[in-house]
Every structure is written in structure tokens, then in C-alpha cells.
């Protein structure tokens, strides 16, 4: 099936995060209590809508509103769950609704040159050729995720010389070390590096 912004198809991983973590949490009249659901998609906004197959026969469906709690999702009450008979109902009733309302991306979501310019404030330049597309699932953000990863060139504050921040450096900043997602450098490696390491000699001292 395809999916229109802001649809995304959930990965297996996710999918199956998010069945532990809300097993035990549903309540007794909701929709999903007690009977079959698969968790297939979700808001690329991330903001806790989350499509869920009811019968894979009859592909009769809901959207539920899922959050987070103590670093692990819940589901919340009836009333923030939509009922559809059918996939194609749901696409019809609310996927196409949310495109148009969207007009058709969200911070970028569609292509890398359409991202919040604030994301590389202070970039002398960008190379959209090196664009990789984001985890947001993984980034630490509010309202506004990257969606891409881009080369950027920068000027050091330390040396006053340009450097690169490669995609694969933000990927690893944002995926894997957990700096919240508005962050930019402000030196490059070899001047971080040295501050770095006279603040731990004055620490030492």
C-alpha cells in the first residue's frame, strides 16, 4: 500500500515496540481490547496517531492515539481512537484529508531542500547531493524533526577556517548520541577536540 504525507508505514521494529508496550495498558472499551491489532503506520510528525489493521481479511481498521510515559507508550481512552471499515475508507476519509491539509509535506518530509532553513543556521553551504534520509523515530526533538542529513559547511568560531559537517557526523549526533535536533557546531573537530581537552587539564589541575 501506499501512503501519502503525513502516512508513514511503520518499521517491523517499531511495530513491535510499540505492541509491548501498550499490551496491558488498553482499556476495557476500547477499540482494540481483546481483539486483534497490527500497528502498520503512523504520523511522520510523530504526534502519536497510529493506524492499526482490525481484520487483515476485511482490512477493517482504526487510528489510535498512542503517548509516551516513563519511556514507554500508552494507549489513551476511547475518545482518541477512529473507527473505518476498510483501508480504503480510512485512505478516502482520513489520509487524503491530512495530505491535502498538509499540502503535501511536513518540515521537509518530501525532499531535503525543503527542511526548516533554522536546522543549518549559519551554513555557508549545503550539498542536497549527499542528502540521507532520517530516523526521526530516533532524533530528540519537540515539534520539528530532520528528515534529512545533509553535508553542510561551516566556519570554526575556534580557527576561523571552514570545515565539513558530513551527513553521516549529524546522523551519528542525532540517531545515536541524542543531541536535541536544533543543534549545529560551532567548531570543527580538531578545535572541539582541543577544548576538550584543556578543560580536562584545568579539571586535572
Avoid at 33 to 46: L, M, V
Avoid at 68 to 81: I, N, R
Avoid at 161 to 179: I, K, V
Wanted: proline fraction near 3%; charged fraction near 25%; include cysteine.
Amino acid at each position: 500500500m501506499e501512503y501519502s504525507v503525513p502516512w508513514q508505514p511503520l518499521e517491523e521494529d517499531t511495530a513491535s515496540a510499540i505492541m509491548r508496550d501498550i499490551e496491558g495498558t488498553i482499556p476495557a472499551n476500547h477499540i482494540l481490547y481483546q481483539r486483534y491489532h497490527r500497528p502498520i503506520a503512523e504520523t511522520i510528525d510523530q504526534s502519536g496517531d497510529t493506524l492499526f489493521i482490525l481484520n487483515e481479511e476485511s482490512t477493517e481498521c482504526a487510528v489510535v492515539h498512542i503517548q509516551w510515559k516513563d519511556g514507554k507508550q500508552y494507549v489513551l481512552g476511547v475518545c482518541s481512537s477512529s473507527h473505518y471499515d476498510s483501508l480504503d475508507i480510512w485512505r478516502h476519509k482520513r489520509m487524503e484529508v491530512d495530505h491535502n491539509n498538509t499540502e503535501g509535506d511536513v518540515f521537509g518530509w518530501s525532499s531535503s531542500d525543503r527542511m526548516p532553513r533554522h536546522l543549518f543556521y549559519r551554513a555557508l553551504e549545503l550539498d542536497h547531493s549527499t542528502a540521507i534520509r532520517a530516523s526521526i523515530d530516533k532524533q530528540n526533538y519537540s515539534v520539528c524533526p530532520r528528515h534529512w542529513y545533509i553535508d553542510a559547511t561551516f566556519r570554526c568560531e575556534g580557527c576561523n577556517e571552514d570545515f565539513l559537517w558530513t551527513a553521516t557526523e549529524q546522523r551519528a549526533w542525532f540517531e545515536d548520541y541524542g543531541f536535541y535536533v536544533d543543534s549545529i557546531p560551532k567548531e570543527c573537530k580538531a578545535c572541539r577536540t582541543k577544548r576538550r581537552a584543556e578543560q580536562a587539564a584545568s579539571f586535572n589541575r
